[in-house]
């Protein structure tokens, strides 16, 4: 993962749009990826995860991309709304068994109503 | 059922003081990580306990230690705390199912050293 620094890179979207959101991961051994999103003065929250067996895995309004070829995960939000107004992370984690994830600089997600 | 849960939610400390910080875990869960969260350094993996034993563990000086209680509650200790060390300390809980774990973080504790 990269060290996240002071300025986020932001997403604006209007609402109603759909949202891409991209990650570059650092570990080609990971088997294991999550995204979660963190709305201010909160913890981070569980949207999707996808295993590295998997290139595709749907939840409701997200789908999660997997390209291990060049180690990028995607999320995409459909329909996005105001509430999705957050900072998106994705984290990869080499096995279940550590349990130690590694988290991406995170993207702000901005939605316009 | 509830969340994961973290006291305080606030803390305000001086250089070379320690703390300690605390987490319940989801019912159920028996593995606790803890992570620092900066706006320099992003999200970190401090250490994680299962069973009362750390079992993983980032890259922290020991002035950062942890430790699991039977009823898999979590504490985190922090001694002489430097100016650095002011971050959001998060927990996460997990339970091993159908071959993956997912990690669940609570609010955090957000830790303040003058």
């Known amino acids: 993962g990269e060290s996240v620094g002071l300025h986020l890179p932001t997403l604006s979207v209007q609402e109603g749009d759909n949202s891409i959101i991209n990650c570059a991961y650092s570990n080609s051994a990971s088997d294991y990826f999550i995204w979660y999103k963190q709305e201010s003065g909160k913890g981070p929250q569980f949207i999707i995860d996808i295993r590295s067996n998997m290139d595709k895995r749907q939840g409701q309004r997200v789908t999660v991309l997997l390209n291990k070829t060049v180690k990028h995960l995607s999320l995409q939000i459909a329909a996005t709304q105001p509430g999705d107004s957050a900072v998106y992370f994705c984290a990869e984690n080499l096995d279940t068994g550590r349990r130690a994830l590694t988290f991406g600089s995170g993207t702000r997600l901005q939605v316009q109503p | 059922k509830a969340g994961v849960t973290q006291t305080p939610r606030y803390l305000i400390k001086t250089r070379g003081q320690q703390v300690t910080l605390s987490c319940s875990p989801i019912?159920?869960?028996?593995?606790v990580s803890w992570y620092q969260q900066t706006p320099g350094q992003g999200l970190q993996f401090l250490f994680e306990y299962f069973s009362e034993t750390q079992r993983n563990k980032g890259n922290f000086p020991g002035r950062f230690s942890g430790r699991q209680f039977s009823n898999s509650r979590s504490e985190m200790n922090v001694s002489t705390l430097e100016l650095g060390d002011s971050a959001l300390y998060l927990c996460?809980?997990?339970?091993?199912?159908?071959?993956?774990?997912?990690?669940?973080f609570g609010p955090g504790t957000r830790l303040l050293v003058l």
């Open positions: 019912s159920g869960h028996r593995s």
């Open positions: 996460a809980s997990s339970l091993l199912r159908m071959g993956e774990e997912t990690q669940y």
